[in-house]
């Protein structure tokens, strides 16, 4: 089965999302908006034939997998919205800002027989493979950071921004900070971390603008830190008790360097287009096999990042009314 796109959402990762299937010779049949003008913008821009509202999209016999990707606080609404209609999901990360979201979710997802994946793009570029790939090279795993900090406008066009609104459930942690969070679980092979410690700084909003995390797995420790009004730091390292394992940049790194006592090694992890190519094939792939999960992106493995970000928002008393419930 062929798969044809609807984009729920003419957000700016949806320009991203559109150029990257037409990179890969696939359609998106139709752009929906909660905006008509703005889908009709977005139409013309990348020759959809179809747009509308939402309602439009989600009646469009033709399509059979709906990207969703507005804002946080509607991931959720949307996704059962288009499972709800008979359609297969990708879903922006963070998929769900609780764990009782995504727990509906998935069982909506289950009971249609629909696929239902969370959008963590980087794990699907050429870095990934490297890092797993190499990770005997650095002997028994003692410690692991992951840091993605950076300086955004707290204001747009339309007043307070999104990554900064408590309505659009805003803040660092779910915004940059869920990468860093499934790095972690991805290097340690999709396990539960034990313990989640947590302290930040909330901003006028009550949203998260600095926040710095320690999971603890057995007798490895990791650290993140997140930030939406610090110029930095930007990068993540695995360490070993024989070596490290350095990315200079996340969440979208194209080299690997790797230090041990034969020296230093850097190896390239470069990759075409803008990156969303591989998930989007990965997705393409498992529906065509009517596959109800990602076997990469698990739905456990949301479900451990997705609790891991409600832990520490509850710790560092995010927002006014926030339930991790």
Known sequence: MKTVWGVMGAARVADKFCTAVKNNGGRVGYIGSSDEGRAHEFADRHGIARYGDYDGLLADKEV????????????????????NAGKNVLVEKPAAVNAEQWRLMTETAKSKKLFLMEAMWTLFLPFARVVKDNLQRIGKLRMLQCDFCTNIPNMSHSGVSRVFALKNFGGGLLDLGIYCVHFCNFVMNGAVPESVSAEGVLNYERTDSLVALALKYGD???????????????GAAIYGEAGSITLPTVPAPQEVIIK???????????FPGNGFEPQILHAE????????????????????AVGVLADAMLRINYGINYSAQ
């Open 64 to 83: 059979n997998a709906v990207y969703v990707c507005g804002t946080n606080d509607v991931h959720y609404e949307h996704t059962l919205r288009a499972l």
């Open 220 to 234: 490895v420790l990791t650290t993140v830190r997140t930030a939406i009004d610090c110029a930095g730091p930007r």
């Open 260 to 270: 041990t006592s034969a020296g230093e090694e850097k190896i390239d992890a470069q």
């Open 285 to 304: 792939q498992c529906i065509s096999h009517g596959l109800p999960e990602s076997p990469f992106i698990a739905h456990a493995t949301t479900a451990t």
